[in-house]
């Protein structure tokens, strides 16, 4: 560092200093952010759940959707649960880094934790808690408590460095955040609803070997859900709605998997992205325009109906794009229609069998509008 880096850095450090000083002595119980980690005024460090946080200057890591960002909003930021899990610090190298992911997809967490210095991970070392009552070693189906379906351990070296996983499934769906104290690493387990206040999935679909449709020159289906999806993601990573997404890339999801989601969540929303294609093999160059799907099922726990919902959507995706309202459609039979608990719709954005709809889908600038379109029917029906 030259002597004008110096100065400045010990300039920032005394700004950081007092800054952090004084919240700590007027503010007791706030949190302190501290070197890229939340700090609670007892010194316990707090990283939470967000898929929000934008990237820090300097910070090269890129944050997966699954990974669990440090926490900015305090609002968010939940105690410990009587759901948790525990990793005593003994079983954690110093200096190690330590993260967590939220493998919703795979109702489960993923710790990974990586040191210079090697130290397996055991079965001993992960002791799961459900009110007052703890479980550790092996997973033992009889223990009805545990919360534990299944523990996986991994352990690899390269380049000189350990990295050590834990993989563990739960038997409920919770919102996890990590928690660090002198003595261990929390992994708190809550209910979704009690950390989130509005919670949404929204849906790409299709994926993997399941293509969906395709235009007459062989785009697929899966592939513009997903980029429709992607561009709406930005849209919603500004706003502090919890935002699940069935998924981020190119791969198999059942619609089974798709719609638990959705229930276990108790979501508010529960929105799925398709592409629409007419007569056989999309030969039919006729139809066009925007047509939303629902059930008349009623939902649990939620006024808003299917019906509205697909209403809400349709109008503000066929408003966006300037294209034609096909209508709202009863589809009793489609899987996710019959089995959704929370209000569910799902938009046909446009037709891939025709030219003028399928421009719209293949350019970028035209799926920024129909994501638009989408975000605005979101808020629309969160009201
Ligand atoms: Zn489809």
Redesign the pocket.
């Known amino acids: 560092m030259k002597e004008k880096e110096w100065q400045r850095f010990a300039v920032q450090s005394v700004v950081l200093l007092a800054a952090v000083l004084a919240l700590s002595v007027f503010h007791p119980g706030d949190i302190i952010r501290d070197n890229g980690k939340m700090v609670m005024a007892d010194g316990t460090a707090v990283l939470n759940n967000s898929d929000n946080v934008k990237k820090q200057p300097g910070q090269k890591k890129k944050v997966s959707v699954y990974e669990l960002p440090v926490k900015t909003d305090k609002a968010q930021i939940t105690e410990r649960s009587s759901i948790y899990v525990e990793i005593k610090k003994s079983a954690v190298p110093t200096g190690a880094a330590v993260y967590l992911s939220d493998e919703y997809m795979e109702q489960g967490i993923r710790l990974v934790i990586e040191s210079a210095k090697g130290r397996k991970l055991k079965n001993e070392d992960i002791a799961r808690h459900n009110n007052g009552r703890k479980y550790t070693g092996k997973v033992n189906k009889k223990n009805k408590k545990d919360i534990a379906e299944s523990i996986n351990i991994r352990y690899s070296v390269k380049k000189k460095k350990y990295r050590a996983e834990l993989e563990l499934k739960t038997k409920h769906l919770y919102a996890p955040a990590l928690y660090e104290t002198d003595k261990a690493y929390f992994i708190s387990l809550a209910r979704p609803r009690d950390v989130y206040d509005k919670i949404i999935v929204v849906d790409a679909?299709?994926g993997g070997i399941d293509e969906?449709?395709s235009s007459a020159r062989g785009d697929r289906?899966k592939d513009y859900?997903l980029l429709v999806l992607k561009e709406l993601k930005q849209l919603l990573d500004k706003t502090d709605i919890k935002v699940y997404y069935t998924r981020l890339t190119d791969r198999r999801v059942t619609k089974a998997a798709r719609t638990n989601l959705a229930n276990n969540l108790e979501a508010d929303l529960f929105i799925s992205i398709?592409?629409n294609s007419s007569g056989k093999n999309g030969k039919n160059d006729k139809a066009y325009g925007v047509e939303t799907l629902y059930s008349r099922r009623k939902p649990l726990n939620s006024k808003l109906g299917n019906k509205k919902l697909s209403q809400i959507l349709l109008n503000n995706v066929a408003e966006e794009i300037g294209n034609k309202k096909r209508g709202v459609i009863r589809r009793e039979g489609l899987y996710i229609m019959h089995h959704s608990e929370v209000p569910a719709s799902i938009i046909e954005i446009g037709y891939m069998s025709n030219k003028s709809d399928l421009k719209y889908i293949l350019k970028k600038s035209g799926r920024e509008k129909v994501a638009k379109g989408i975000y605005k029917g979101i808020m629309e029906a969160l009201e």
């Open positions: 679909g299709h969906g449709t289906e859900n398709h592409c």
